[in-house]
């Protein structure tokens, strides 16, 4: 039987709900929000853009095409190797360029002939594309060329698909503009020609048949008389690089998966923390009494032998109830100063002399349970003399 006073099983159901939706809908929000960025992050293979793949996601149909054209295609897949694969007369094609280190970028910048960059990073942008800063990402698919590069004019329209966009510095050639930054940048630097494309996609075997993708690939690529494709490969586990730190290593969704899972736990804290306010009266559970609440604390403190704050408490309680008996201010009874005037007026109306009465109320700690309780019978005492007097 479920009296009046007892909560019935769907009130504390319908509690604990009310207390614990705000999480729930948290953490419900930071799973939407990583199912999003996961959705709209595209999925990166081992095999994307290497010119050996037949998969879709692949390169091999367009090395193919540039081989059967005369353009002989040369795969590296480390970057020291390139180096002494390329020549004044050679564009280096560099994919995957998350892969590379800084000791590769510093090898890569001393390699001869043109450079064309797949879908580059920053850090690939500042050690070979001086100047070139990366824009934002787009999802415009199809545009015409927009610029005087006569391997963009001849190819036309060219689709994209999910693509980087970049801010040029004066003086480069820029293409497909989307949202007015190009996804094509051709800068001359160093006595060669940098060439950054934006999309990775345009070049694979799956789309290479789309509008004017093959055409923009070969006449780019095409340019001079051999082709070193750089790909590199993937370190190895537990390869020391050295040049990257892991968090560099760590994909951008992850750091904002993590970001937003602290701002939620620190909104969470802050909604579920107490609040502060006045303070409020509230009647206790249950009514102890005094007696009970001195021999519990007494309890403790024998339990954890703590005869200095037992003796300070004692004499504490004894001082503020004689000074108001000597007609001094209770206000003295915790000042340091007006000890002597307590003891000297203590002193003259008992019987004990004024040492005594000193060590009693501010005297030092008792060494053991025995000097306690004799305390404890001589501040009663002192007391009792005090009032009868």
């Not at 698909?161 to 293409?175: D, I, L, N, V």
């Not at 940098?194 to 055409?215: R, W």
């Not at 004894?318 to 007006?338: F, N, T």
Request: aromatic share 4%; net charge negative.
């Amino acid at each position: 039987m479920v009296t009046a006073s007892e909560p019935t099983a769907a009130q504390v159901a319908g509690r604990r709900w009310r207390a614990s939706r705000g999480v729930v809908f948290a953490i419900l929000a930071m799973v939407v929000v990583a199912l999003v960025l996961a959705a709209l992050r595209p999925s990166s293979k081992v095999q994307d853009l290497d010119p050996t793949s037949p998969s879709p996601g692949g390169t091999r149909a367009l090395a193919e095409i540039l081989r059967q054209r005369g353009t002989p295609v040369d795969v590296v897949r480390q970057a020291d190797d390139a180096p002494g694969k390329t020549s004044a007369n050679t564009v280096l094609v560099v994919t995957r360029p998350e892969r590379l280190t800084d000791t590769d970028l510093d090898r890569l910048r001393a390699t001869a002939g043109d450079l064309l960059l797949i879908s580059p990073g920053q850090d690939v942008l500042r050690a070979l594309a001086p100047g070139v800063e990366r824009g934002s990402a787009t999802f415009e698919e199809t545009d015409e060329p927009g610029c005087g590069l006569q391997a963009a004019t001849l190819a036309g329209k060219v689709r994209f698909g999910r693509s980087e966009t970049y801010e040029a510095p004066s003086g480069a050639t820029s293409c497909y503009l989307a949202d007015d930054l190009p996804r094509v940048v051709q800068v001359g630097t160093e006595g060669r020609t940098v060439t950054v494309v934006g999309s990775e996609e345009a070049f694979t075997n799956e789309e290479l048949d789309e509008e004017g993708n093959a055409a923009l690939a070969m006449n780019l690529m095409g340019a001079r008389a051999s082709v070193v494709w750089l790909i590199p490969d993937q370190p190895k586990p537990g390869s020391n690089s050295g040049d990257k730190s892991m968090g560099d290593l760590v994909p951008f969704g992850v750091k904002l998966f993590f970001f937003q899972l602290f701002i939620a736990v620190v909104l969470v804290a802050l909604w579920r923390s107490r609040r502060l306010g006045p303070v409020v009266a509230e009647a206790l559970p249950v009514v102890v009494r005094s007696a009970e609440a001195v021999e519990g604390r007494s309890r403790l403190y024998r339990a954890h032998r703590a005869r200095d704050r037992a003796a300070d408490a004692l004499r504490s309680g004894a001082r503020e109830r004689v000074v108001p008996l000597l007609g001094l201010p209770r206000s003295a009874a915790q000042d340091p100063a007006s000890a002597h005037e307590i003891v000297t007026a203590v002193t003259q109306r008992t019987a004990y002399d004024e040492a005594t009465v000193g060590a009693a109320l501010y005297g030092p700690e008792p060494v053991d349970d025995l000097q306690l309780v004799g305390l404890t019978d001589l501040l009663d005492d002192l007391e009792r003399q005090v009032r009868d007097s």
